[in-house]
């Protein structure tokens, strides 16, 4: 458009083309753009007013009941109990996963031999399923009351005795912190941690690759310019390296974090939400909810949750994004 | 997140949009077959004659049944079914795993998007509450006299069987749920004689295993979400008595307010001190599979569990004994049961299904292979093995509650929450916040 403005007198005629080509283009998208306003938005918007309505039985009943089937979710022991266990394992999740990929990022980058075969080695789990994680990952941690099995198995066959533990049986939570209104017990189950380890593994090939990237994007001047002016190695990495992958650590941390918002899969395979509702997150009491209690509009209230969370978390990073990109034009 | 409820909306979408004319097409053909109304003649139920005969066509049969002893049953009653209606073609729709819940799922999509199965597979009794409370099922009372299937199950069964006055599934099969599977080996190195009455002689077995120490004194299970809320049913039925315990659910929380209630709690808290900890992580059949190698040396669980025995290569009687859950020798029925669907696009195929599943025929081919009885007090004895002998004698012998943990007395909605306070509490073993929770549980039992 601002060209148009440089050349007034061809003007008219230019515009009058691009809004032909505009014309044009606007008639090629329509046909995705009604597809998405009604199968995604318009979906959303359903499901956000089922999860207002009475439809809590097999029969269809869309009468308006307001904020009930919210204000009785959050009254209840068992959503309580997902939502803690949700902000424990992503909490867990994303601490230990970018921590460890950040590690693995930096070893690989450190110039070792053979880099490509380590890189294939953290990256391989990402192509594996969730289910397939927490299948395997269930037979490790399953403690085995009889004879030891998978990691205790393992720990008493090496002589580490002391170091078998009850894992995904583990019915404590700790420090078991009673909290005035709320009808659960904070704040680690015990048995979430074998199960953000287990994702953990899967993810955290993916976070190396972003940090690798975000490595190599880092030009060698000027680490080696900090370098000559006496920095030590840690010293490079404190003030020079991680500010720098401040935007990489962003992006994993928005991915990571709607990955375990919606997880399912895993826990699903690996502990079926269990011991008692000790790994449950919103995702599986939703699926219960709706195809077990045939309890749809409660089943859309969690839906609707678990989107306004993840859009929180989104939506300020797309917005970001937007203005970090028109800073730069 | 809301990807369920877009697949089922998008599901909808798609049949006004692509599929409208489709189903007109479908409903302009099954109109003119429909069965017209019938003056009921109970006086010759042996004479289905007016009944008109499929000819050619399609069914489709909705079940769960896709492996081992229950998809070769199945496929034994299609013969049947194939052998009276041939010319059939039968859509076999299975869905797998998850003892159900992902078939209900499926069910659950397909009846919402107005798409239903001729006759899907439910288990009898008030599990079928839901669909009848929105109109997904076709009546059967009037179907069960003209066949005579009235004449040949048991009164207990057919009157828990209604719902609002009326039948609506026809009853394929009947497992036990109150059997005390044990080690006969175990029990005789420790002393211990295979006769538990009533609680408290099977506590002091228990006692007696605990002390020696020698293996788990009872294994009892919860991967599979069910099997604390199963023992419990057990245990309900030996402190309430046979009456008490079908008030249980009524679907108000007045008979949980009796303190037997609180005390039914405390003892199957007390019986789980002598049973594996890791039950979370432990399925039925791992805690069964415990009995048979002889680590544990009970376990109460369903008569499937036998499946599992014989599917070992062991025998009955010799390598496993069986006795009633203690406290009561009352026969916990649940049952597996096929209904028909409120504008089944094939009504004449459908009503055939349902009187191969009622037939005494129909009901010898699958049981066997099953592992379970039939609904029928008339099988032909021959093709059950002992086990089975013994159940269809207490079957028609004993007084019959419904089982809660399956169905036969609770529905979806109620089941879900039942067994997950169980797990809970098998986890946290907390008996005031387990029984507010089946206080607060109880009014989902009418939904």
Same mark, same amino acid.
């Given at each position: 458009?601002?060209?148009?403005?440089a +050349?007034?007198?061809?003007?008219?005629?230019?515009?009058?083309?691009?809004s032909?080509d505009?014309l044009?283009?606007?008639?090629?998208?329509?046909?995705?753009l009604?597809?998405i306003a009604?199968?995604v938005y318009?979906?959303?918007?359903?499901?956000?007013y089922v999860?207002m309505?009475n439809?809590?039985?097999?029969r269809?009943?869309l009468?308006?009941v307001?904020l009930?089937n919210?204000?009785?979710?959050?009254?209840q022991r068992?959503f309580?109990e997902n939502?803690?266990n949700l902000?424990?394992?992503?909490?867990?999740?994303l601490?230990i996963? +970018?921590?460890f990929?950040l590690?693995?990022?930096?070893?690989v980058?450190?110039?070792?031999?053979?880099?490509?075969v380590?890189?294939?080695?953290y990256l391989f789990p990402m192509?594996?399923s969730?289910?397939?994680?927490?299948?395997?990952?269930r037979?490790?941690f399953?403690?085995?009351?009889?004879?030891p099995?998978?990691?205790?198995?393992?720990?008493?066959?090496l002589?580490?005795?002391?170091?078998?533990? /009850?894992?995904i049986?583990?019915?404590s939570?700790?420090?078991?912190?009673?909290v005035?209104g709320?009808?659960?017990?904070?704040l680690?189950p &015990?048995?979430?941690?074998?199960v953000?380890?287990?994702?953990?593994w899967?993810?955290?090939?993916?976070c190396?690759a972003m940090y690798?990237a975000?490595l190599r994007?880092?030009?060698?001047?000027?680490?080696?310019?900090?370098?000559?002016?006496?920095?030590?190695?840690w010293q490079?990495?404190?003030?020079i390296?991680?500010?720098?992958?401040?935007p990489?650590?962003l992006?994993a941390?928005?991915?990571?974090t709607h990955v375990?918002?919606?997880?399912?899969?895993l826990?699903?395979?690996?502990?079926?939400g269990?011991p008692?509702?000790?790994t449950?997150?919103?995702?599986?009491?939703?699926?219960?909810? /709706?195809f077990?209690q045939?309890?749809?509009? %409660?089943?859309?209230?969690?839906?609707?949750?678990l &989107?306004?969370?993840v859009?929180?978390?989104?939506?300020?990073?797309l917005v970001y994004?937007r203005?970090a990109?028109?800073?730069?034009? | 997140? #809301?990807?369920?409820n877009?697949?089922?909306t998008?599901?909808?979408?798609l049949?006004?949009?692509?599929m409208?004319?489709a189903s007109?097409a479908?409903?302009?053909?099954?109109?003119?077959?429909?069965q017209?109304a019938?003056? @009921?003649?109970?006086?010759?139920?042996?004479q289905p004659?007016e009944?008109?005969k499929?000819s050619g066509?399609? +069914?489709?049969i909705?079940?769960?049944?896709?492996?081992?002893?229950?998809?070769?049953?199945?496929?034994?009653m299609?013969?049947?079914?194939?052998?009276?209606?041939?010319?059939? %073609?039968i859509?076999?729709?299975?869905v797998a795993?998850?003892?159900?819940?992902?078939?209900?799922a499926?069910?659950q999509?397909?009846?919402?998007g107005g798409?239903p !199965?001729d006759?899907?597979q439910?288990h009898a009794g008030?599990?079928?509450l839901?669909y009848?409370?929105a109109?997904?099922?076709?009546?059967?009372?009037?179907?069960?006299?003209?066949?005579?299937f *009235?004449?040949?199950?048991?009164?207990f069964l057919?009157?828990?069987l209604?719902?609002?006055?009326e039948?609506w599934t026809? !009853?394929v099969?009947?497992h036990?749920?109150?059997?005390?599977?044990?080690?006969?080996k175990?029990?005789?190195?420790?002393g211990?004689?295979?006769?538990?009455?009533?609680?408290? #002689?099977?506590?002091?077995? +228990?006692?007696?295993?605990?002390a020696?120490?020698k293996?788990?004194?009872? @294994?009892v299970?919860?991967?599979?979400k069910? %099997?604390a809320?199963?023992?419990?049913? #057990?245990i309900?039925?030996a402190t309430f008595?046979v009456?008490d315990?079908?008030k249980l659910?009524?679907?108000?929380?007045a008979?949980?307010?009796?303190?037997r209630?609180a005390?039914a709690?405390?003892?199957l808290k007390r019986?789980f001190s002598y049973?594996?900890?890791d /039950?979370?992580a432990q399925?039925w059949?791992?805690?069964?599979?415990?009995?048979?190698?002889?680590?544990a040396?009970?376990?109460?669980?369903?008569d499937?569990a036998?499946g599992?025995?014989?599917s070992?290569g062991?025998?009955v009687?010799?390598d496993?004994?069986?006795?009633?859950?203690?406290?009561?020798d009352?026969f916990?029925?649940l049952s597996d049961s096929f209904g028909l669907a409120?504008?089944a696009p094939?009504?004449?195929? @459908?009503?055939?299904w349902?009187?191969?599943c009622?037939s005494r025929?129909?009901?010898?081919?699958?049981n066997p292979?099953?592992?379970?009885i039939?609904?029928?007090?008339d099988?032909d004895?021959?093709k059950?093995d002992?086990?089975l002998?013994a159940a269809i004698a207490?079957?028609?012998s004993k007084p019959?509650?419904?089982?809660a943990?399956?169905g036969?007395s609770?529905?979806?909605?109620?089941q879900?929450?039942?067994?997950?306070?169980l797990?809970?509490f098998s986890?946290?073993l *907390?008996?005031?916040?387990?029984?507010?929770?089946l206080k %607060?549980a109880?009014?989902a039992n009418?939904?």
């Amino acid at each position: 458009m601002r060209l148009d403005l440089a +050349l007034p007198q061809k003007a008219a005629a230019r515009s009058r083309r691009l809004s032909r080509d505009r014309l044009t283009a606007f008639l090629m998208l329509l046909p995705s753009l009604v597809a998405i306003a009604v199968f995604v938005y318009g979906f959303i918007g359903y499901t956000a007013y089922v999860s207002m309505s009475n439809y809590t039985t097999a029969r269809i009943d869309l009468s308006f009941v307001g904020l009930d089937n919210y204000l009785n979710l959050f009254g209840q022991r068992r959503f309580q109990e997902n939502i803690r266990n949700l902000i424990v394992f992503t909490s867990l999740f994303l601490v230990i996963c +970018l921590v460890f990929g950040l590690a693995l990022a930096l070893l690989v980058d450190s110039g070792v031999r053979g880099e490509s075969v380590f890189r294939s080695i953290y990256l391989f789990p990402m192509a594996v399923s969730f289910i397939v994680t927490g299948v395997a990952w269930r037979w490790l941690f399953t403690p085995g009351d009889l004879e030891p099995t998978g990691l205790n198995l393992l720990f008493d066959s090496l002589g580490l005795g002391f170091l078998k533990a /009850r894992w995904i049986a583990d019915t404590s939570v700790w420090p078991n912190i009673e909290v005035p209104g709320l009808k659960v017990k904070l704040l680690v189950p &015990l048995a979430v941690i074998p199960v953000a380890l287990a994702a953990v593994w899967q993810m955290s090939g993916f976070c190396m690759a972003m940090y690798l990237a975000g490595l190599r994007s880092i030009p060698d001047e000027i680490r080696e310019a900090a370098r000559v002016d006496g920095c030590s190695e840690w010293q490079v990495l404190r003030h020079i390296t991680l500010p720098m992958l401040r935007p990489i650590t962003l992006s994993a941390i928005i991915v990571l974090t709607h990955v375990s918002l919606k997880t399912f899969d895993l826990i699903l395979t690996m502990t079926g939400g269990g011991p008692g509702n000790k790994t449950e997150v919103p995702s599986l009491y939703m699926y219960e909810l /709706r195809f077990s209690q045939f309890n749809t509009a %409660e089943a859309a209230a969690v839906a609707t949750i678990l &989107l306004i969370l993840v859009s929180l978390l989104t939506v300020p990073y797309l917005v970001y994004n937007r203005r970090a990109q028109a800073a730069e034009q | 997140m #809301s990807d369920f409820n877009q697949k089922l909306t998008r599901r909808q979408a798609l049949k006004l949009f692509g599929m409208g004319a489709a189903s007109a097409a479908l409903a302009a053909c099954a109109a003119p077959t429909a069965q017209p109304a019938q003056p @009921a003649q109970p006086a010759q139920p042996a004479q289905p004659a007016e009944q008109p005969k499929p000819s050619g066509g399609k +069914l489709e049969i909705f079940s769960w049944w896709t492996n081992g002893g229950e998809a070769d049953g199945l496929n034994a009653m299609f013969e049947v079914y194939l052998q009276k209606n041939p010319g059939v %073609e039968i859509i076999n729709a299975t869905v797998a795993g998850g003892a159900g819940t992902n078939a209900k799922a499926v069910l659950q999509t397909r009846l919402a998007g107005g798409q239903p !199965p001729d006759s899907w597979q439910v288990h009898a009794g008030r599990e079928t509450l839901s669909y009848v409370n929105a109109g997904q099922l076709e009546p059967l009372t009037q179907f069960f006299t003209e066949k005579g299937f *009235d004449k040949v199950m048991p009164q207990f069964l057919l009157d828990q069987l209604k719902i609002n006055g009326e039948i609506w599934t026809v !009853p394929v099969n009947i497992h036990r749920s109150n059997v005390l599977w044990y080690n006969p080996k175990v029990l005789a190195e420790a002393g211990i004689e295979p006769k538990f009455p009533t609680l408290d #002689s099977l506590f002091a077995a +228990l006692d007696k295993l605990k002390a020696q120490g020698k293996v788990i004194p009872i @294994a009892v299970g919860g991967k599979d979400k069910f %099997e604390a809320s199963h023992t419990f049913e #057990s245990i309900l039925l030996a402190t309430f008595g046979v009456d008490d315990y079908i008030k249980l659910w009524d679907g108000t929380d007045a008979m949980w307010q009796d303190p037997r209630a609180a005390e039914a709690l405390s003892t199957l808290k007390r019986l789980f001190s002598y049973s594996n900890s890791d /039950r979370s992580a432990q399925g039925w059949a791992d805690a069964m599979t415990m009995v048979l190698e002889g680590k544990a040396a009970m376990t109460i669980m369903g008569d499937w569990a036998h499946g599992l025995g014989i599917s070992k290569g062991l025998k009955v009687n010799q390598d496993y004994g069986w006795m009633p859950a203690p406290g009561s020798d009352a026969f916990m029925w649940l049952s597996d049961s096929f209904g028909l669907a409120k504008g089944a696009p094939n009504p004449v195929q @459908a009503r055939a299904w349902l009187e191969v599943c009622g037939s005494r025929e129909g009901q010898d081919a699958f049981n066997p292979k099953k592992g379970s009885i039939p609904a029928r007090t008339d099988p032909d004895l021959s093709k059950y093995d002992d086990y089975l002998k013994a159940a269809i004698a207490d079957f028609g012998s004993k007084p019959l509650v419904p089982s809660a943990a399956h169905g036969a007395s609770t529905t979806n909605a109620y089941q879900s929450k039942f067994h997950n306070t169980l797990e809970v509490f098998s986890s946290d073993l *907390d008996e005031k916040s387990a029984l507010e929770s089946l206080k %607060e549980a109880a009014e989902a039992n009418n939904r």
